[in-house]
């Protein structure tokens, strides 16, 4: 999402929607309400994290099979907490929030819940100012006034794989084979951290002797692989990414 469009990115534009904190709010609200409505029919979770989160997609929804999209569920790992406002003013309480950074899933219930509440809420209720520009704080206080609460799993990290190893220790990151995202991930260490993966999938799938599954796989990649080539010619070379 942004206020204005690229030609060589899937880009939304919204009016209003600048590079800045408070800009975010403007973008994850409308941005949700854009995907329920394009959605709503099909979807049954829908994901929300940072642009330098290394998200893993397997191991990301692998791990949706046991819950109900049909109930209201805001699905994270990394908490933090964060006072609440009413008509923009400050409630005597504060909540354990999923964090947006390493990212977390609304299930297709809880959307239909609070989409038609998102504008009043950011328009009325969350003031813009410094210490609260927190879209994902914002989102989780709604779901708090309708009495739900986070549920939280493991393996949503809040700082890239460096960063976890050295604050966390081996015990804490290890404990999770298959995490889910990296915040805070380099772009170009994207790639490293997909291609381990993509490796860790194949050594997998050989040691099952899973035929079917490496075929499923093999197929998908190469699909993949030349639908890029073919976005590539059709748009030229991509903008230079800018480390801030």
């Not at 409630?91 to 009043?120: H, R």
Request: hydrophobic fraction near 35%.
């Amino acid at each position: 999402f942004n206020e204005t469009s690229y030609s060589s990115l899937p880009v939304t534009v919204i009016d209003g929607a600048r590079k800045t904190r408070s800009s975010n709010i403007k973008k994850v609200y409308n941005g949700l309400e854009i995907a329920y409505q394009k959605h709503n029919d099909t979807a049954k979770f829908y994901f929300v994290t940072s642009c330098d989160t290394f998200v893993n997609v397997p191991h990301l929804l692998k791990h949706l099979d046991s819950f109900d999209y049909k109930q209201p569920l805001i699905i994270g790992g990394f908490t933090e907490k964060h006072k609440c406002y009413i008509k923009r003013n400050l409630v005597n309480y504060s909540i354990s929030y999923s964090s947006s950074d390493p990212g977390f899933f609304l299930s297709a219930q809880m959307m239909k819940l609070i989409v038609p509440k998102l504008n009043s809420h950011f328009n009325n209720d969350w003031p813009l100012t410094e210490d609260s520009e927190h879209a994902d704080a914002a989102l989780n206080c709604l779901a708090h006034s309708m009495g739900i609460k986070s549920t939280v799993v493991s393996g949503f990290w809040k700082q890239n794989p460096e960063q976890t190893l050295r604050v966390n220790g081996k015990n804490d990151f290890y404990a999770d084979s298959e995490p889910k995202t990296f915040h805070g991930v380099h772009p170009l260490f994207m790639y490293v951290l997909d291609e381990f993966y993509i490796h860790q999938l194949l050594d997998r799938i050989g040691s099952d002797n899973d035929f079917d599954e490496l075929m499923k796989f093999t197929r998908h990649f190469v699909n993949i692989h030349y639908q890029l080539l073919r976005i590539k010619q059709r748009e030229g070379t991509l903008p230079t990414v800018k480390i801030i």
